[in-house]
């Protein structure tokens, strides 16, 4: 399964568990454990899902814009990323912000990714 199905999944099982109420206990394989339990377990899968998916996203929007730095000044991977870092010190954003804008600059605009939803 892919995480957004993953996400949907638990999504609605939340709702459904939330919708009747199930109880005050549900079992789990080896453990019971209190349904307001559950539901946390639930937000807190969802919230680390998403931070996940933030840190992909990012961590390729950097990686592309090292491989554009790479072909334009004929650099190694360390060098692409000095040049992002040394922007983001001296221009006080983010490195996925210097990266975002390096890419705007291409003729073709910023490429998409396979994980762009």
Do not use: K, W
Not at 9 to 18: G, T
Request: charged share 20%; hydrophobic share 50%; with cysteine.
């Amino acid at each position: 399964m892919h995480v957004a199905s993953n996400q949907r999944f638990v999504r609605v099982l939340y709702r459904v568990l939330l919708l009747f109420g199930l109880g005050v206990v549900m079992e789990l394989p080896g453990r019971f454990v209190a349904t307001s339990d559950v539901a946390e377990e639930i937000r807190i899968a969802l919230a680390a899902a998403e931070q996940l998916r933030s840190a992909l996203d990012s961590r390729t929007v950097i990686d592309v814009a090292c491989g554009v730095i790479m072909a334009r000044n004929r650099c190694s991977c360390e060098d692409a990323i000095q040049v992002l870092l040394n922007a983001s010190d001296q221009g006080r954003m983010t490195l996925r912000q210097i990266a975002s804008t390096v890419l705007a600059g291409l003729p073709a605009g910023s490429p998409g990714t396979y994980f762009q939803r």
